[in-house]
């Protein structure tokens, strides 16, 4: 078999990644130079094949053009895949690949209608709402967005929010200072701050900022320190690192504003009683 498919293939399955001549010769230690002549003709060291498979994420028959189709280990593929990445790509390529995810599990509600070929990449919003979870994914040039959960037993019902806590959240947070300061908190460099010097941060008011941080302290948003200095105890505050905040404040910003692209939305919940 010419070893000019070996170059063909190359070229396909490198732009199939994003990846330029520099980034895939970086990951398998040659350099740009050397994979543009591969992709013009030229020939890999046998060697140098399963590390190029690795990194463009297909099995070395596929660099020479036998790409029958074969059972994969999905979890297995997509891991390599990501990790194969740089470094700077992987959450876009994470957030693109569970956008498809969502788009393809709506696919048996709008196959008819939609050209799934033309919207792949694409800006857009899809939704997907199913009995025991959901996936929200948008993707766009200026901010792109991903939010995925499955739940047990009680299914998307007990994601939801409910309780004391969540009420006590949302009352909170309907105080603009208040915002000002948890996107503050989230937004500086993590390390343990004074009141004095967070209120500078938001703009808010000293007296006003001690309240806030100590209510964000007891819905464990905040966490405080108590300092012993030559002037008597201070009080210093960080942020508590909370996986769900930050989606929650950039989900606020993005229900308020009309997504730019194609929205696909897709709810599978049974509309009544015994309805599959």
Request: overall charge negative; aromatic content about 6%; glycine content about 10%.
């Amino acid at each position: 078999m010419s070893y000019s498919i070996v170059g063909e293939q190359i070229v396909k399955f490198r732009k199939e990644k994003g990846l330029t001549q520099r980034q895939l010769g970086e990951a398998i230690g040659v350099t740009g130079s050397a994979v543009s002549q591969w992709e013009s003709g030229g020939t890999p060291d046998i060697s140098l094949l399963p590390v190029l498979s690795d990194v463009l994420g297909v099995t070395v028959d596929a660099l020479f053009g036998r790409c029958e189709a074969r059972r994969e280990d999905m979890e297995e593929t997509v891991r390599k895949y990501i990790a194969s990445l740089p470094e700077e790509m992987r959450l876009e390529r994470t957030v693109s690949l569970m956008r498809e995810t969502a788009l393809y599990g709506c696919l048996d509600k709008v196959a008819s209608i939609v050209d799934f070929g033309s919207v792949q990449g694409s800006s857009g919003e899809t939704v997907l709402l199913a009995e025991d979870g959901f996936i929200t994914a948008i993707l766009s040039e200026g901010q792109s967005f991903l939010s995925a959960a499955w739940g047990g037993e009680g299914g998307l019902a007990d994601m939801l929010a409910s309780g004391g806590e969540a009420a006590r959240l949302f009352e909170l947070l309907s105080s603009p200072n208040a915002l000002k300061m948890l996107i503050a908190l989230y937004s500086a460099q993590p390390r343990h701050r004074t009141a004095g010097v967070l209120c500078k941060l938001a703009g808010v008011e000293p007296g006003e900022a001690e309240g806030i941080l100590r209510k964000f302290t007891e819905l464990k948003l905040a966490e405080a320190l108590t300092l012993e200095t030559e002037d008597g105890d201070a009080v210093a505050y960080a942020v508590n690192v909370n996986g769900a905040v930050p989606p929650l404040l950039a989900a606020a910003r993005l229900a308020c504003v009309e997504t730019e692209g194609l929205r696909i939305i897709s709810d599978k919940r049974a509309r009544g009683k015994g309805e599959k």
